[in-house]
């Protein structure tokens, strides 16, 4: 980790309008949200490809199933609580089933989106999402991943919900990093401890194997962006070296990353297993960085936690 701060969105963005140069079969939507969610970017270059559709979520993906039934590949994007909440039904109906080629990129997901407050904090988004068949979810660990997972979408076929951040937080992968659409990539190799994060949780899984180690524990970190399909085999390979597993992710603990984890665990080997990330609730309006510490989302979270699964191994 090199603790230069930056935003997903905004090399997003850079990704798309990179594409407007190189390949004229992408086409860029978006609702109403163009200058916050930076398909601005792609508009700028590329205005003929770009389709405004206002504050109209479930027609946005309805005409990108249509686009990508005529052979576009196209992207759609707004917020992570429109993107997946008001249109869940379209996107079902629509994209997944006959698994057409939409990119639904949303931005602004967890609750460090701040003080919008609920009503605008996803954290359901992933376990919606990750329930359709045919779907690839993608959470990028920072925004030089992000850069990278938006050129290797852009180049698979098929529907992809990828969920990003608001605000600036450390970069975590290095800037020329190459993104492979389910494969993890493990930051930090250790034998006492998995700790498994996803999105700007990378960077404190990051810090919480430094302090860790400061008190002569070895943590292993994986980041694993791709939450379905999930890298089962990487994931087994560590904690079967370790025998306990973390996760951290901006998200409920109920069908994210961690319920993914679960998962895997549950039908391969039998380790302890604690989770780090929104508990069965709402958020709330307030200071990101205050939010984070009172749902319980930070480094000390995520060091206690370590030390909890650790103390549970036989």
Request: net charge negative.
């Amino acid at each position: 980790m090199n603790g230069q701060k930056l935003a997903q969105r905004n090399y997003y963005g850079k990704a798309l309008a990179k594409l407007a140069e190189t390949r004229d079969d992408v086409v860029v939507l978006d609702a109403d949200l163009a200058g916050s969610t930076k398909t601005s970017d792609f508009q700028k270059v590329c205005p003929d490809r770009f389709v405004e559709v206002g504050i109209a979520e479930q027609n946005m993906v309805g005409i990108a199933a249509g686009l990508a039934a005529s052979g576009k590949t196209v992207f759609a994007s707004t917020f992570g609580v429109f993107a997946t909440g008001r249109c869940w039904e379209q996107i079902r109906l629509a994209v997944a089933y006959p698994r057409l080629n939409v990119k639904i990129v949303a931005t602004h997901c967890g609750i460090s989106v701040g003080e919008d407050g609920a009503s605008h904090q996803a954290l359901e988004d992933v376990s919606i999402m990750r329930s359709l068949p045919n779907m690839t979810v993608i959470a990028p660990a920072d925004a030089y991943e992000a850069y990278a997972a938006t050129m290797a979408i852009a180049d698979y076929d098929g529907p992809v919900y990828m969920r990003m951040g608001r605000a600036e937080f450390p970069t975590s992968m290095p800037e020329d990093m190459e993104f492979v659409i389910g494969k993890a990539n493990v930051l930090r190799e250790g034998a006492d401890a998995t700790l498994v994060g996803c999105g700007q949780m990378v960077s404190f899984c990051q810090e919480a194997a430094e302090i860790l180690a400061g008190e002569g524990v070895d943590v292993e970190v994986i980041n694993m962006s791709t939450i379905k399909p999930l890298d089962s085999e990487t994931l087994l390979a560590s904690v079967r070296k370790t025998g306990c597993c973390i996760t951290a992710e901006e998200h409920s603990v109920i069908g994210g990353l961690g319920s993914a984890v679960a998962e895997c665990l549950c039908d391969n080997v039998c380790v302890p297993l604690e989770r780090v990330g929104t508990k069965d609730t709402f958020g709330e309006s307030g200071n990101p960085t205050d939010l984070m510490e009172k749902y319980g989302l930070t480094t000390a979270d995520i060091v206690a936690a370590v030390r909890k699964s650790i103390s549970r191994k036989g």
